[in-house]
Nanobody, 123 residues
């Protein structure tokens, strides 16, 4: 079992920044893939960014490339999503997810989800 706890959401004006954190605990090791998803009201959930812990390989959705950065802190077993140049269209509930494989995670079927943290960007 893996437990994921997100934090760091909030409200910010367009152009601002926020950093989300996802603390992982339980049966985690470097083979795990972790990522961030978001879902806005009335829209489908979409993948935002992912990182394979073993290699540090990252992947981003086109909509956030160049603005968001996903990183992992081994000592804290925490994944971060640094979000810069935020836009109103980034407003959504953001969820951390984990799975033993990036393909299934990115397809939207990870084994583990966090509870979500709200990000609101005003214009």
């Amino acid at each position: 079992q893996v437990q994921l706890v997100e934090s760091g959401g909030g409200s910010v004006q367009a152009g601002g920044s926020l950093r989300l954190s996802c603390a992982a605990s339980g049966d985690t090791d470097s083979n795990i893939c972790m990522g961030w998803f978001r879902q806005a009201p009335g829209k489908e959930r979409e993948g935002v960014a992912r990182i394979w812990i073993r290699s540090g390989y990252t992947y981003y959705a086109d909509s956030v490339k160049g603005r968001f950065t996903i990183t992992h802190d081994y000592a804290k077993n925490t994944v971060y999503l640094q979000m810069n140049s935020l836009k109103p269209e980034d407003t959504a509930m953001y969820y951390c997810a984990a799975h033993w494989g990036c393909e299934r995670l990115w397809a939207g079927y990870p084994n583990y989800w966090g509870q979500g943290t709200q990000v609101t960007v005003s214009s």
